[in-house]
Protein backbone atom coordinates (compact mmCIF):
# COMPACT_ATOMS: atom_id res chain seq x y z
CA UNK A 1 0.00 0.00 0.00
CA UNK A 2 1.24 3.34 -0.79
CA UNK A 3 -0.18 4.88 2.41
CA UNK A 4 -1.62 3.83 4.91
CA UNK A 5 -5.41 5.20 6.21
CA UNK A 6 -6.46 5.18 9.75
CA UNK A 7 -9.92 6.96 11.26
CA UNK A 8 -11.35 6.81 15.26
CA UNK A 9 -13.90 4.91 16.58
CA UNK A 10 -16.36 7.64 15.23
CA UNK A 11 -15.81 6.93 11.67
CA UNK A 12 -18.47 3.88 12.94
CA UNK A 13 -17.29 1.29 10.38
CA UNK A 14 -18.18 -2.89 10.14
CA UNK A 15 -15.82 -4.25 12.26
CA UNK A 16 -15.16 -6.64 8.69
CA UNK A 17 -15.03 -3.27 6.35
CA UNK A 18 -11.93 -1.97 8.50
CA UNK A 19 -10.44 -5.81 8.22
CA UNK A 20 -11.11 -5.78 4.76
CA UNK A 21 -9.95 -2.49 3.63
CA UNK A 22 -6.92 -2.38 6.40
CA UNK A 23 -7.94 0.67 7.78
CA UNK A 24 -6.89 1.45 11.36
CA UNK A 25 -8.54 2.66 14.30
CA UNK A 26 -8.05 4.45 17.46
CA UNK A 27 -10.19 4.54 19.80
CA UNK A 28 -12.40 7.19 21.89
CA UNK A 29 -13.42 6.02 25.33
CA UNK A 30 -17.02 5.85 27.63
CA UNK A 31 -17.01 5.76 31.24
CA UNK A 32 -19.98 4.13 32.80
CA UNK A 33 -20.23 4.26 36.74
CA UNK A 34 -16.50 5.67 36.44
CA UNK A 35 -15.41 2.55 34.67
CA UNK A 36 -13.67 3.32 31.20
CA UNK A 37 -14.55 1.69 28.11
CA UNK A 38 -13.65 1.16 23.74
CA UNK A 39 -15.48 0.42 21.22
CA UNK A 40 -13.72 -1.26 18.64
CA UNK A 41 -15.46 -3.72 17.20
CA UNK A 42 -19.02 -2.50 16.14
CA UNK A 43 -20.45 -5.51 15.17
CA UNK A 44 -19.70 -7.30 19.09
CA UNK A 45 -21.15 -4.30 20.70
CA UNK A 46 -24.22 -4.36 21.90
CA UNK A 47 -26.45 -1.56 20.88
CA UNK A 48 -29.76 -2.95 22.14
CA UNK A 49 -28.31 -3.33 26.04
CA UNK A 50 -26.01 -0.36 25.67
CA UNK A 51 -29.04 1.82 24.66
CA UNK A 52 -31.62 0.30 26.99
CA UNK A 53 -29.74 1.25 29.63
CA UNK A 54 -29.82 4.75 28.54
CA UNK A 55 -33.39 4.55 28.26
CA UNK A 56 -33.51 3.38 32.37
CA UNK A 57 -31.65 6.20 33.06
CA UNK A 58 -27.47 4.82 32.81
CA UNK A 59 -25.27 7.48 32.92
CA UNK A 60 -22.59 8.02 29.89
CA UNK A 61 -19.35 10.01 29.99
CA UNK A 62 -16.53 10.48 27.07
CA UNK A 63 -13.45 11.51 26.49
CA UNK A 64 -11.75 13.23 23.79
CA UNK A 65 -8.31 11.43 22.11
CA UNK A 66 -5.24 12.61 24.02
CA UNK A 67 -2.28 14.07 22.84
CA UNK A 68 -0.03 10.60 23.93
CA UNK A 69 -2.27 8.50 22.60
CA UNK A 70 -2.24 10.26 18.93
CA UNK A 71 2.01 9.94 19.38
CA UNK A 72 1.45 6.51 20.32
CA UNK A 73 -0.45 5.31 17.18
CA UNK A 74 0.78 7.51 14.30
CA UNK A 75 4.62 6.65 15.05
CA UNK A 76 3.78 2.92 14.80
CA UNK A 77 3.25 3.50 10.89
CA UNK A 78 5.76 6.39 10.55
CA UNK A 79 8.69 4.42 11.86
CA UNK A 80 8.13 1.54 10.17
CA UNK A 81 8.47 3.66 6.95
CA UNK A 82 4.32 4.24 6.18
CA UNK A 83 2.88 7.28 5.33
CA UNK A 84 -0.59 8.25 7.16
CA UNK A 85 -3.77 9.76 6.06
CA UNK A 86 -6.01 9.90 9.02
CA UNK A 87 -9.68 11.26 8.98
CA UNK A 88 -11.19 12.41 12.35
CA UNK A 89 -14.49 13.55 13.84
CA UNK A 90 -15.51 16.96 13.59
CA UNK A 91 -13.94 19.90 14.97
CA UNK A 92 -16.54 21.31 15.84
CA UNK A 93 -17.72 18.86 18.09
CA UNK A 94 -14.94 17.34 19.94
CA UNK A 95 -10.91 18.77 20.53
CA UNK A 96 -9.60 15.24 19.32
CA UNK A 97 -8.84 17.25 15.95
CA UNK A 98 -6.79 19.63 17.56
CA UNK A 99 -4.39 17.07 19.65
CA UNK A 100 -4.01 14.87 16.53
CA UNK A 101 -3.12 18.18 14.57
CA UNK A 102 -0.19 18.86 17.50
CA UNK A 103 0.85 14.88 17.58
CA UNK A 104 1.66 15.14 14.00
CA UNK A 105 3.43 18.07 14.21
CA UNK A 106 5.78 16.73 16.90
CA UNK A 107 6.31 13.90 14.78
CA UNK A 108 6.91 15.38 11.28
CA UNK A 109 9.96 16.75 13.35
CA UNK A 110 11.07 13.51 13.74
CA UNK A 111 10.37 11.58 10.85
CA UNK A 112 11.04 14.46 8.16
CA UNK A 113 10.99 12.08 5.68
CA UNK A 114 7.38 10.98 5.94
CA UNK A 115 4.03 12.42 5.31
CA UNK A 116 0.68 12.93 7.54
CA UNK A 117 -2.36 13.96 6.22
CA UNK A 118 -4.99 15.10 8.23
CA UNK A 119 -8.46 15.63 7.32
CA UNK A 120 -10.98 17.06 9.33
CA UNK A 121 -14.29 15.40 8.57
CA UNK A 122 -16.51 18.07 9.60
CA UNK A 123 -18.96 14.73 10.76
CA UNK A 124 -19.49 11.80 12.66
CA UNK A 125 -20.22 8.40 12.09
CA UNK A 126 -21.04 7.87 8.77
CA UNK A 127 -20.73 11.57 7.71
CA UNK A 128 -16.88 10.55 8.53
CA UNK A 129 -16.77 6.83 8.03
CA UNK A 130 -18.27 7.15 4.15
CA UNK A 131 -14.91 9.91 3.46
CA UNK A 132 -12.47 7.00 5.30
CA UNK A 133 -13.99 4.40 2.37
CA UNK A 134 -13.81 6.67 -0.78
CA UNK A 135 -10.24 7.24 0.54
CA UNK A 136 -10.10 3.35 0.04
CA UNK A 137 -11.27 2.92 -3.27
CA UNK A 138 -9.35 6.58 -4.68
CA UNK A 139 -5.85 4.82 -3.02
CA UNK A 140 -6.92 1.11 -4.74
CA UNK A 141 -7.20 3.33 -7.89
CA UNK A 142 -3.34 4.54 -7.80
CA UNK A 143 -3.70 8.00 -6.59
CA UNK A 144 -1.26 9.78 -3.95
CA UNK A 145 -1.35 10.57 -0.67
CA UNK A 146 -1.72 14.00 -1.66
CA UNK A 147 -4.35 13.99 -4.18
CA UNK A 148 -6.31 11.52 -1.92
CA UNK A 149 -6.55 14.24 1.00
CA UNK A 150 -7.66 16.83 -1.66
CA UNK A 151 -10.28 14.81 -3.09
CA UNK A 152 -11.85 13.96 0.47
CA UNK A 153 -11.18 17.95 1.92
CA UNK A 154 -13.19 18.68 -1.43
CA UNK A 155 -15.46 15.66 -0.61
CA UNK A 156 -15.90 16.85 3.07
CA UNK A 157 -18.03 19.95 2.21
CA UNK A 158 -20.38 17.66 -0.08
CA UNK A 159 -21.00 15.30 2.56
CA UNK A 160 -24.26 16.25 3.76
CA UNK A 161 -25.53 14.91 7.35
CA UNK A 162 -29.17 15.35 9.14
CA UNK A 163 -30.56 13.31 11.99
CA UNK A 164 -33.41 13.36 14.17
CA UNK A 165 -33.71 12.49 17.76
CA UNK A 166 -36.42 10.76 20.15
CA UNK A 167 -35.16 12.51 23.24
CA UNK A 168 -34.06 16.07 22.90
CA UNK A 169 -32.87 16.08 27.14
CA UNK A 170 -29.94 14.19 25.68
CA UNK A 171 -28.59 16.88 23.47
CA UNK A 172 -29.31 19.53 26.21
CA UNK A 173 -27.22 17.46 28.86
CA UNK A 174 -24.27 17.53 25.87
CA UNK A 175 -24.75 21.49 25.62
CA UNK A 176 -26.47 20.93 21.59
CA UNK A 177 -30.08 22.68 22.76
CA UNK A 178 -31.28 24.86 25.59
CA UNK A 179 -33.26 23.57 28.48
CA UNK A 180 -36.74 25.28 27.63
CA UNK A 181 -35.91 24.20 23.77
CA UNK A 182 -35.51 20.76 25.30
CA UNK A 183 -38.49 20.59 27.46
CA UNK A 184 -41.20 21.72 25.45
CA UNK A 185 -39.83 19.88 22.59
CA UNK A 186 -40.06 16.49 24.62
CA UNK A 187 -43.64 17.57 25.79
CA UNK A 188 -45.14 18.44 22.62
CA UNK A 189 -43.75 15.04 20.64
CA UNK A 190 -41.98 17.62 18.64
CA UNK A 191 -39.09 16.38 16.90
CA UNK A 192 -35.91 18.51 15.84
CA UNK A 193 -34.29 17.95 12.54
CA UNK A 194 -30.76 18.27 13.09
CA UNK A 195 -27.38 18.96 10.29
CA UNK A 196 -23.67 19.53 10.37
CA UNK A 197 -22.99 22.75 9.41
CA UNK A 198 -20.04 24.41 7.80
CA UNK A 199 -17.84 24.63 10.79
CA UNK A 200 -19.28 20.58 11.94
CA UNK A 201 -21.39 21.57 14.51
CA UNK A 202 -24.74 20.35 15.12
CA UNK A 203 -27.48 23.06 14.53
CA UNK A 204 -31.47 22.90 13.91
CA UNK A 205 -32.66 22.71 10.51
CA UNK A 206 -36.25 22.28 11.05
CA UNK A 207 -39.01 20.54 13.07
CA UNK A 208 -41.58 17.66 12.36
CA UNK A 209 -44.82 17.15 14.67
CA UNK A 210 -44.22 13.07 15.27
CA UNK A 211 -41.82 10.09 14.90
CA UNK A 212 -43.14 9.70 11.27
CA UNK A 213 -42.80 12.78 9.99
CA UNK A 214 -39.46 13.21 11.06
CA UNK A 215 -38.10 10.25 8.96
CA UNK A 216 -40.02 11.29 6.19
CA UNK A 217 -38.44 14.68 6.22
CA UNK A 218 -34.98 13.09 6.02
CA UNK A 219 -36.05 11.12 3.00
CA UNK A 220 -37.35 14.54 1.30
CA UNK A 221 -33.71 16.33 1.84
CA UNK A 222 -32.20 13.70 0.84
CA UNK A 223 -34.77 13.43 -2.45
CA UNK A 224 -33.96 17.14 -2.56
CA UNK A 225 -30.49 17.41 -2.30
CA UNK A 226 -28.73 14.12 -3.51
CA UNK A 227 -26.68 14.43 -6.04
CA UNK A 228 -25.88 11.54 -8.28
CA UNK A 229 -27.13 8.68 -6.26
CA UNK A 230 -26.36 5.79 -8.83
CA UNK A 231 -22.91 6.25 -7.62
CA UNK A 232 -22.33 6.41 -4.00
CA UNK A 233 -23.05 4.88 -0.88
CA UNK A 234 -25.47 6.45 1.85
CA UNK A 235 -25.35 5.90 5.49
CA UNK A 236 -28.01 5.02 7.65
CA UNK A 237 -27.01 5.46 11.37
CA UNK A 238 -29.27 4.28 14.16
CA UNK A 239 -29.29 3.94 18.05
CA UNK A 240 -31.68 1.15 18.18
CA UNK A 241 -34.06 1.72 15.96
CA UNK A 242 -33.75 -0.76 13.30
CA UNK A 243 -37.46 -0.35 12.01
CA UNK A 244 -36.98 3.14 11.53
CA UNK A 245 -33.92 2.74 9.79
CA UNK A 246 -35.23 0.42 7.51
CA UNK A 247 -38.07 2.44 7.03
CA UNK A 248 -36.03 5.36 6.09
CA UNK A 249 -33.94 3.24 3.26
CA UNK A 250 -37.43 2.35 1.49
CA UNK A 251 -38.41 5.70 1.60
CA UNK A 252 -34.88 7.19 0.28
CA UNK A 253 -34.93 4.28 -2.28
CA UNK A 254 -38.32 4.87 -4.29
CA UNK A 255 -36.93 7.73 -6.38
CA UNK A 256 -33.86 7.47 -6.55
CA UNK A 257 -31.54 4.77 -5.54
CA UNK A 258 -28.22 4.77 -4.32
CA UNK A 259 -25.55 2.55 -5.55
CA UNK A 260 -25.41 1.21 -1.82
CA UNK A 261 -26.76 1.95 1.83
CA UNK A 262 -24.58 1.33 4.53
CA UNK A 263 -26.42 1.04 8.20
CA UNK A 264 -25.11 0.74 11.35
CA UNK A 265 -25.90 1.27 14.57
CA UNK A 266 -24.33 4.03 16.59
CA UNK A 267 -21.08 3.32 18.49
CA UNK A 268 -21.14 3.94 21.89
CA UNK A 269 -19.22 7.68 21.88
CA UNK A 270 -21.10 9.44 19.83
CA UNK A 271 -24.31 7.68 20.10
CA UNK A 272 -24.39 8.40 23.94
CA UNK A 273 -24.55 12.12 23.12
CA UNK A 274 -27.42 12.27 20.57
CA UNK A 275 -29.29 9.69 22.56
CA UNK A 276 -31.10 6.23 22.02
CA UNK A 277 -33.97 6.38 19.03
CA UNK A 278 -32.01 9.04 16.75
CA UNK A 279 -32.04 8.31 13.30
CA UNK A 280 -29.25 9.87 10.78
CA UNK A 281 -28.59 9.76 7.30
CA UNK A 282 -25.48 10.97 5.60
CA UNK A 283 -24.93 11.56 1.95
CA UNK A 284 -23.18 14.03 -1.23
CA UNK A 285 -24.93 16.70 -2.11
CA UNK A 286 -24.32 19.11 -4.77
CA UNK A 287 -22.03 21.73 -4.64
CA UNK A 288 -23.09 24.18 -2.04
CA UNK A 289 -26.12 22.72 -0.52
CA UNK A 290 -24.46 21.57 2.52
CA UNK A 291 -25.10 24.67 4.29
CA UNK A 292 -28.56 25.16 3.21
Given at each position: MSFRILTDTSANLPTAL???DHIEVIPFSYFIRDKEYSCLDT?????????????????IRTSQINL??????????????????????????????????????ELIEQYPERS????????????EGILVLNAV???????????????????????????????????????????????????????????GNEDGEIVTLSKAMGRRRSIEFLAQRYHMLVESPENQTVGIAHA???????????????????????????????GSHVGPGTLALFFMDGVGARYR
Open positions: LMKEGFDGKKFYGAMRLGAQQSYLEFFEGFLKNGEDVLFVCMSSGISGSFNCATMAAAVRLVDSLGASLGAYREQGMSLDDVYNKLEEEKKRMYQVFTVDDLNYLKNTGRVKGATAAVGNMLQIKPILKDCAEDARELADLISRKKPPKEILTVMYEPVT
